[in-house]
């Protein structure tokens, strides 16, 4: 539809400027839901609207795609923001802040925080956005990419942007281990195993260079606590050790335990 | 062509398993080509390859393309590598470290810092990399999108890694203000500015009533202080001021000065 913008969500609005392909709306359309962005918005795109290519690299973002809307000029388009940001490619002979994506998502979340709007706009696939849009927008963003090739697609240059605003307000951890259904091996599990293994070892006369015996001890120790094992872990590996010294022709334990997690 | 791996790059590898589509190949390389990576290893792609798709996708990144190699299987595709990691939309039930892009990225740069080839796995667009190419991995890089729509193309996710990648040794100041052909204004001129400003507007009677004064001077110099005006700038500012002052019927100053940056 085309009309005056209704009350805008504070999620930074997508502006794509001449859009020329249907396709690439629905790949930013893709990585907007990916990232948490409802509000896209296009000036005159050069293939009719709506645009089945478009829902087909939307590959399920439907919401964006139906919550489109189409405005005949930019300053239409932007109307109601508080905000504006222009993506280039490379800083502009205009005298205007340039930001790195991270710098321009962090400026957009404070300006979430604050209850105002914002957006940014993105140009044609050839041309990118003209000097006079590039002109109407509080600052420009440009991803410091290879400089032999700085070409982004458009779905890739709105992904990065999307990235950037989602991953700033991310409390996910840097890096995590599931463990499963199991919990940390505490200590006593831990030592239980290297007694048990180093015994082995011993019995199998893996150890009986005395003065090397130490390090080979403490290197081994090193090498399975590096892993972070789980409780059900140490269960596995114990179980591997009796196995294996059994294999040797009967072993020091017995036979016949029970492996674990079998 | 098809064969063991030459000496690798140290740019983290690749390694798209099983794509299915060759256009998804060319968005990825070409997003490579954005971020500096070169390596591209195809495990049994769906489509022949080379493929002419892949190429127009690729939007000029012809040296990924031209430089791709195919592989058999994952093994062989990572053999020569030191560090493999898988990407998946969500943790698997594994007990293996899950990394965020970034973090992913902060490892790979010390991987190729301690000349450590390494590797990322992508795996076909419609399943994902399967259990067994997982295992395969020392971890998992996760990108922690919106839950409600987590589905990524494959060039998207590769460029969220190679990004990441990029970005990890980014120099880029957050944001710069490009000057053009002019330098930020020193004190002297701020000041001359200022002076020439009020005195016209006390001539106005803008600043007449007195205890007011101090307040607007006040606010009138943080606004165009936070502006960070350049030297240029500046001059034509007292030139927008003179010329105002003069319509207003012959000024204070004279008429017929030059208008700066005419």
């Known amino acids: 539809m085309t009309g005056p913008p209704t009350q805008p969500t ?19 359309a893709r990585a ?25 690299t939307a590959s399920g973002a439907d919401a964006v795609i139906d919550g489109a809307r189409v405005f005949d000029s930019t300053a239409e388009a932007a109307a109601d923001l508080h905000r504006l940001y222009a993506t280039t490619a490379r800083p502009r ?49 440009v991803a410091p990419l290879d400089p032999a090739f700085r070409s982004l697609n458009l779905g890739q240059a709105v992904l990065l942007v999307a990235w950037e605003w989602w991953q700033a307000a991310a409390e996910t951890p840097a890096e995590a281990l599931p463990l499963g259904d199991s919990r940390p091996a505490n200590r ?4 239980g195993f290297f007694d048990h293994l180093f015994a082995e070892l011993d019995a199998a006369g893996f150890l009986r260079v005395v003065e090397k015996r130490p390090i080979m001890v403490r290197n081994l120790r090193n ?10 872990e140490v269960r596995a590996l114990r179980g591997v050790v009796k196995a294996l010294s059994r294999g ?7 036979t016949g335990d029970r492996l674990v997690d079998e």
């Open 188 to 191: 006593e599990e831990l030592e």
């Open 248 to 254: 040797r022709g009967g072993g020091t334990k017995g």
């Open 10 to 28: 504070r999620a930074p609005a997508i502006v794509l400027v001449e859009p020329q392909l249907g396709e690439n709306v629905g790949f930013a």
């Open 93 to 141: 002979d205009q005298v205007k802040p340039v930001l790195t994506p991270p710098a321009a998502a962090a400026e957009l979340r404070a300006a979430t925080a604050r209850g105002e709007a914002s957006g940014v706009l993105f140009g044609p696939e050839r041309t990118g956005l003209d000097n006079d849009d590039v002109a109407r927008a509080d600052a420009l963003i």
């Open 223 to 232: 090498l399975f606590l590096r892993a972070q094992l789980t409780e059900k």
């Open 32 to 56: 907007m839901a990916n990232c948490g962005l409802t509000d896209l918005r296009l000036v005159r795109p050069r293939e009719p609207w709506p645009n089945p290519r478009a829902r087909e």
